[in-house]
Nanobody, 117 residues
Framework: QVQLVESGGGLVLPGGSLRLSCAAS????????MNWYRRAPGKEREWVAY????????LYADSVVGRFTIQRDDAKNTLYLEMKRLKPEDTAMYYC??????????WGQGTQVTVSS
């Protein structure tokens, strides 16, 4: 079974930084592109970033380009999202998933990012 465990979220001030991690298991991690998503209260799930199995190409949503960096460590089966210059509108629950996953899941528990003064 696919298992995804997100971590690294927290409460930060505007302009701050966080590094999120996604520990993946139940599939051959190195063979799949990976994505980060987020969902804010009252909003639909939003795609944030993508990284290919080989690391390139990678893509970002317009709302985060230039501030977020997606990375992967295939030796650790782990996906990362480095977030800098965080804004209040980045506040959301952040999730990871493999490319080709069904919209219905499986999904992890997510990790909460709150940007507030």
């Amino acid at each position: 079974q696919v298992q995804l465990v997100e971590s690294g979220g927290g409460l930060v001030l505007p302009g701050g930084s966080l590094r999120l991690s996604c520990a993946a298991s139940g599939f051959t991690f190195s063979h799949y592109g990976m994505n980060w998503y987020r969902r804010a209260p009252g909003k639909e799930r939003e795609w944030v970033a993508y990284i290919a199995p080989q690391g390139e190409p990678f893509l970002y949503a317009d709302s985060v380009v230039g501030r977020f960096t997606i990375q992967r460590d295939d030796a650790k089966n782990t996906l990362y999202l480095e977030m800098k210059r965080l804004k209040p509108e980045d506040t959301a629950m952040y999730y990871c998933n493999k490319q080709g996953a069904l919209a219905n899941g499986p999904w992890g528990q997510g990790t909460q990012v709150t940007v507030s003064s």
